[in-house]
């Protein structure tokens, strides 16, 4: 009688991962004591500050430079009457204790429902890339392009994997490129898995990129500059410190990465993923095959020309602040409907294999709308306010450098409760930024302490992209976890030497 085999542990979906955290963020909201802030927020109409207190009740005050100093908020009136300023501001200490708001069943079986709703935006401009990425796969564009890029390639895959990541860190560290990377994906993997990488590679190249950069940013209007502005101070302030460690921490990241790679090149089985390694080539490379590549004629190259001219436009638009997923999506559509007419396909062809495309990402928008329930759950719950109270409670009066590394991490704890990089910066940065003046250091120590807390998280938070990007690769997240968590150590050392340093510069 034959044995039978013993059957291995699977390691959950991303979706089960998201509702283990769901369910964990739900009874914080019994555990942690509920409380909040009093808020500021400058309305622009009647020229005046609106106060809105714990109890929800709404007071004016005027709009003048001794109304912040007796709330004790030390910024200049400037940073709201330019505009700088736009979101509501905690005003430091106003925190009070309010009724508990526990999250139960209902509020937890309906939190995705509303996640859905709340990302619809970002649901919509994936599914247009699904179906654009399918349109053009059905030309053959891509596996032409792979094979001329491999050809040119032989024997240097590496330096495409440098090109990648260090421009979409340059992307990452100017404007916060990070949902837009999604697209980066269907396109590369291929060329990536062509190259004798396997996907997790792919992986590093892209979401590392952006998280080195959006972590070590350096003029991100949507984090260093708003959490400068909100600590009363210019964002210039700690660029040049800024800027060096963001060139030393990509480094080491591409070391990192290039180590991985190379003992991936030699023997595949040295990859994390070497079991799935099939079932992703089949997905990837299904079409294609190195001996028999579809020429990369003309027709071909214009359609790779028009999809590819429409990041740099995108770049553009979403950098000034002027469009954001609404009109990114718009954007695809339009290239959606030029490279339908030059592809040569029929109208029903065109729209069917555009509509397979999306179908093909359904999974991956559904896990964007639940990793945001998370958040609504523990918003609802009211606790971030009383976390952030207790955090800035740790810091005070520590010796400058035990400051900053703490600080580092209570961002980096405060990032997984509030992800939103702008949100976090306005909350925070009002209650933290002032504790710097206490142990006499500068203030931009605690907006970098900030940054690299909140971007260090975001390499593994299950609220953030990473589980999104995993489902769109077929990489499982305890994979992405062994491959990531050594050189998570190695940049939260870095980091916190570097702010170490910061302190005494």
Same mark, same amino acid.
């Given at each position: ?268 089985? #040295? ?206 997240? #305890? ?27």
């Amino acid at each position: 009688m034959k044995k039978q085999k013993k059957k291995q542990i699977q390691f959950p979906t991303a979706f089960t991962v998201l509702f283990i955290v769901l369910i964990l963020a739900a009874i914080l909201t019994y555990i942690v004591p509920a409380g909040l802030y009093s808020r500021l927020e400058y309305n622009v109409e009647e020229n005046v500050f609106k106060v809105e207190d714990h109890k929800g009740e709404i007071s004016t005050l005027p709009a003048t430079q001794e109304t912040l100093d007796r709330l004790n908020i030390k910024m200049n009136i400037d940073k709201f009457l330019s505009g700088s300023i736009k979101k509501p501001i905690a005003i430091p200490g106003t925190y009070e204790r309010i009724e508990q708001s526990p999250q139960g069943i209902l509020p937890i079986i309906m939190s995705p429902i509303q996640g859905v709703m709340d990302t619809v935006d970002i649901m919509v401009f994936v599914l247009i890339l699904g179906g654009i990425i399918g349109l053009i796969n059905k030309t053959g564009t891509f596996d032409a392009g792979i094979a001329a890029l491999s050809r040119k390639t032989k024997g240097k895959e590496f330096l495409l994997v440098i090109f990648v990541s260090a421009l979409i860190a340059v992307g990452g560290t100017t404007f916060g490129l990070a949902e837009e990377t999604i697209a980066l994906y269907p396109i590369l993997m291929p060329i990536f898995i062509a190259s004798g990488y396997d996907a997790i590679v792919c992986i590093a190249a892209i979401y590392m990129g952006s998280s080195i950069g959006t972590m070590f940013s350096t003029v991100n209007p949507f984090s260093v500059v708003i959490a400068s502005d909100a600590a009363g101070i210019s964002f210039s302030e700690g660029l040049t410190f800024r800027i060096i460690s963001l060139v030393l921490a990509m480094i080491i990241t591409l070391i990192y990465i290039y180590r991985y790679a190379n003992k991936v090149k030699k023997d595949p089985k #040295n990859s994390l993923i070497y079991d799935d390694m099939e079932k992703i080539e089949e997905k990837f490379l299904e079409d294609y095959d190195p001996e028999n590549v579809v020429p990369f004629n003309w027709r071909r190259i214009l359609i790779l020309i028009v999809f590819l001219a429409a990041f740099p436009v995108m770049v553009w638009g979403v950098s000034t602040g002027v469009w954001w997923f609404p009109e990114m999506s718009g954007l695809f559509l339009a290239v959606t409907f030029i490279i339908a007419f030059l592809s040569g396909l029929s109208e029903k062809e065109a729209v069917n294999t555009f509509l397979d495309g999306a179908a093909d990402l359904i999974g991956v928008v559904l896990i964007i709308g639940v990793a945001r329930a998370i958040n609504i759950v523990m918003d609802n719950g009211m606790i971030s306010d009383t976390l952030l109270h207790y955090t800035s409670s740790i810091i005070e009066n520590m010796n400058r450098g035990l400051f900053a590394a703490v600080q580092m991490i209570l961002f980096s704890f405060l990032g997984f409760f509030i992800p939103s990089s702008s949100g976090l910066a306005t909350l925070s940065m009002p209650i933290m930024a002032p504790l710097a003046d206490t142990v006499g250091i500068s203030r931009a120590v605690v907006v970098t302490a900030y940054n690299w807390g909140q971007g260090w998280m975001a390499f593994i938070t299950p609220t953030g992209l990473i589980l999104a990007t995993l489902e769109m690769v077929d990489v499982t997240y #305890n994979k992405w976890l062994k491959f990531i968590l050594p050189l998570m150590g190695i940049i939260g050392v870095f980091s916190i030497l570097m702010l170490a340093l910061q302190t005494i510069l």
